[in-house]
Nanobody, 115 residues
Framework: QAQLVESGGGLVQPGGSLRLSCAAS????????MGWYRQAPGKQRELVAQ???????NYADSVKGRFTISRDNAKNTVCLQMNSLKPEDTAVYYC?????????WGQGTQVTVSS
């Protein structure tokens, strides 16, 4: 059974950093496009970052230069390093594994940026 489990969320002050992790089980993560999405209250879920293959990455304009996505296929994990966090980064962050004809989502982890 496919499962994605996110961890690493929490409360951080503006300018701080967090590292999110997503552990995948029951799927072959190395053949998936892995992504991080977020959804703030009252807003639609949006793409934050994705990694295609070993190292091709894509970022939302709002996080470029601050966030870095990485994957370790041997450990079946994908991470999102978030630096210089802003209050507008507050959201539930979700991990997604995307294949040609299917995709899987984690349950989400809350990130709150506030002083």
């Amino acid at each position: 059974q496919a499962q994605l489990v996110e961890s690493g969320g929490g409360l951080v002050q503006p300018g701080g950093s967090l590292r999110l992790s997503c552990a995948a089980s029951g799927i072959a993560m190395d053949s998936a496009t892995m992504g991080w999405y977020r959804q703030a209250p009252g807003k639609q879920r949006e793409l934050v970052a994705q990694i295609i293959g070993e190292s091709m990455t894509n970022y939302a304009d709002s996080v470029k230069g601050r966030f870095t996505i990485s994957r370790d296929n041997a450990k079946n994990t994908v991470c999102l390093q978030m630096n210089s966090l802003k209050p507008e980064d507050t959201a539930v962050y979700y991990c997604r594994a995307q294949y040609i004809i299917s995709n899987y989502w984690g349950q989400g982890t809350q990130v709150t940026v506030s002083s």
